[in-house]
């Protein structure tokens, strides 16, 4: 049977309050009052009567926290009927200093304050009428302040506790808040693999099919050319690998340190030759313009424009058509970064317009994501355009 330790301990206490207040009263009779020369004139005896009406006032000590000013009412009839009697008062004083901190600790502002009010104006009803006189007007002013700092005291733990409730609640909605911002960063992450690894893929497997096709086509005539075709494949897909692993690596949870340097610094501006001279093997004549003077890009930018251009030239390889031609052209400029790619296929001469693909759609998110502005669409005179302006300054 499980017990119930805050009831047993009031119910502990119920019985010190009540063991202390009838030791009390019974060392401190009129007699020894009278010996020390405090009046006590009309004050009775102790006896049966007074020890049991000091009991019954302990007793509502036990339930203070259930019901703490019920039980301090009913406290306050036993002591009305003490003074009543002419035990004297502050017999039954340290049950009602129990009781109103029970009251002042466990309930709101109005209740405690009614209650201080109520056992203020018991004592003070009591000490005036009651037969007994044990002492001046300074006994009910001391007496007063007592139960007031006792009030006050229970005011102050309610308050306390109430702060560290609040407390706990704010830690635990920040950890919530903060569970959910994990969570959101997760799910932002693997979005952003997925992004790249597409990308990528798109980007390699486009290449290795225009050569496999090119292979085919010329292995019984030409097998050397054909080998050359199966070369750059191979080193097409070891290129592609070799990405997929470092951005794949980002999801592994081995920190040590040999684990992180296996992980290489993801492609930018500065990769753009390579990234032309792979497409020229695959068959799209490819040039690379730089204009103005290059400087030092923010990371996340130098990446979206290197993924601006490989998406742009994989389009272009796709769909360009035979003999198209690509131009790339990097301009830098003061506070923005203008990469543009541009063909003359026969593709976008034949259609209205590409169709998007998710690949670009990436690209479309990836612009967003750093404020620039992005141009898809086919040129007036003929060809194909995929432009990013991307800003280096915010605000500018």
């Given at each position: 049977?499980?017990?119930?330790?805050?009831?047993?301990?009031?119910?502990?206490?119920?019985?010190?309050?009540?063991?202390?207040?009838?030791?009390?009263?019974?060392?401190?009779?009129?007699?020894?009052?009278?010996?020390?020369?405090?009046?006590?004139?009309?004050?009775?005896?102790?006896?049966?009567?007074?020890?049991?009406?000091?009991?019954?006032?302990?007793?509502?000590?036990?339930?203070?926290?259930?019901?703490?000013?019920?039980?301090?009412?009913?406290?306050?009839?036993?002591?009305?009927?003490?003074?009543?009697?002419?035990?004297?008062?502050?017999?039954?004083?340290?049950?009602?200093?129990?009781?109103?901190?029970?009251?002042?600790?466990?309930?709101?502002?109005?209740?405690?304050?009614?209650?201080?009010?109520?056992?203020?104006?018991?004592?003070?009803?009591?000490?005036?009428?009651?037969?007994?006189?044990?002492?001046?007007?300074?006994?009910?002013?001391?007496?007063?302040?007592?139960?007031?700092?006792?009030?006050?005291?229970?005011?102050?733990?309610?308050?306390?506790?109430?702060?560290?409730?609040?407390?706990?609640?704010?830690?635990?909605?920040?950890?919530?808040?903060?569970?959910?911002?994990?969570?959101?960063?997760?799910?932002?992450?693997?979005?952003?693999?997925?992004?790249?690894?597409?990308?990528?893929?798109?980007?390699?497997?486009?290449?290795?099919?225009?050569?496999?096709?090119?292979?085919?086509?010329?292995?019984?005539?030409?097998?050397?050319?054909?080998?050359?075709?199966?070369?750059?494949?191979?080193?097409?897909?070891?290129?592609?690998?070799?990405?997929?692993?470092?951005?794949?690596?980002?999801?592994?949870?081995?920190?040590?340190?040999?684990?992180?340097?296996?992980?290489?610094?993801?492609?930018?501006?500065?990769?753009?030759?390579?990234?032309?001279?792979?497409?020229?093997?695959?068959?799209?004549?490819?040039?690379?313009?730089?204009?103005?003077?290059?400087?030092?890009?923010?990371?996340?930018?130098?990446?979206?424009?290197?993924?601006?251009?490989?998406?742009?030239?994989?389009?272009?390889?796709?769909?360009?058509?035979?003999?198209?031609?690509?131009?790339?052209?990097?301009?830098?400029?003061?506070?923005?970064?203008?990469?543009?790619?541009?063909?003359?296929?026969?593709g976008a001469v034949q259609e209205t317009g590409r169709p998007p693909g998710h690949g670009l759609v990436g690209i479309r998110e990836r612009v967003a994501l750093y404020g620039g502005i992005l141009n898809i669409g086919p040129l007036p005179g003929g060809g194909f355009e995929v432009r990013a302006r991307l800003p280096l300054k915010d605000g500018q």
């Amino acid at each position: 049977m499980r017990i119930d330790r805050s009831r047993l301990h009031d119910t502990v206490l119920a019985g010190v309050v009540a063991a202390a207040s009838v030791t009390l009263y019974a060392l401190y009779g009129p007699d020894r009052l009278q010996a020390e020369g405090i009046p006590v004139e009309g004050m009775r005896q102790p006896d049966l009567l007074g020890a049991l009406l000091l009991v019954a006032a302990s007793a509502p000590v036990a339930v203070r926290r259930r019901w703490p000013l019920s039980a301090m009412c009913a406290g306050l009839v036993p002591e009305t009927l003490l003074n009543a009697l002419g035990y004297g008062t502050g017999m039954s004083s340290l049950a009602g200093i129990v009781l109103l901190y029970s009251v002042a600790t466990y309930r709101g502002l109005a209740v405690s304050l009614a209650g201080l009010v109520l056992s203020l104006m018991t004592y003070l009803a009591g000490a005036v009428s009651g037969p007994a006189r044990a002492g001046g007007a300074s006994e009910y002013v001391v007496t007063a302040l007592v139960l007031v700092a006792v009030w006050g005291a229970g005011r102050s733990l309610r308050l306390r506790r109430a702060y560290l409730e609040e407390l706990k609640d704010r830690a635990a909605r920040l950890e919530r808040a903060h569970a959910a911002d994990t969570r959101a960063a997760r799910a932002e992450e693997r979005s952003r693999i997925a992004r790249e690894l597409h990308d990528v893929v798109a980007h390699h497997v486009s290449v290795m099919t225009v050569q496999a096709a090119a292979a085919r086509r010329v292995l019984a005539s030409d097998p050397d050319l054909a080998r050359e075709a199966l070369s750059a494949i191979e080193n097409t897909g070891r290129l592609a690998m070799t990405e997929m692993r470092n951005i794949v690596g980002v999801l592994r949870t081995d920190t040590r340190a040999d684990a992180r340097a296996e992980l290489g610094p993801q492609p930018g501006v500065r990769d753009l030759p390579a990234l032309v001279e792979q497409m020229r093997e695959a068959g799209l004549a490819t040039r690379l313009r730089v204009e103005g003077e290059p400087a030092p890009l923010p990371a996340g930018v130098d990446l979206a424009a290197y993924r601006l251009v490989q998406e742009g030239l994989t389009n272009s390889l796709r769909h360009a058509g035979a003999g198209a031609e690509a131009v790339v052209t990097v301009r830098y400029e003061p506070y923005e970064l203008d990469v543009r790619v541009e063909d003359d296929g026969v593709g976008a001469v034949q259609e209205t317009g590409r169709p998007p693909g998710h690949g670009l759609v990436g690209i479309r998110e990836r612009v967003a994501l750093y404020g620039g502005i992005l141009n898809i669409g086919p040129l007036p005179g003929g060809g194909f355009e995929v432009r990013a302006r991307l800003p280096l300054k915010d605000g500018q």
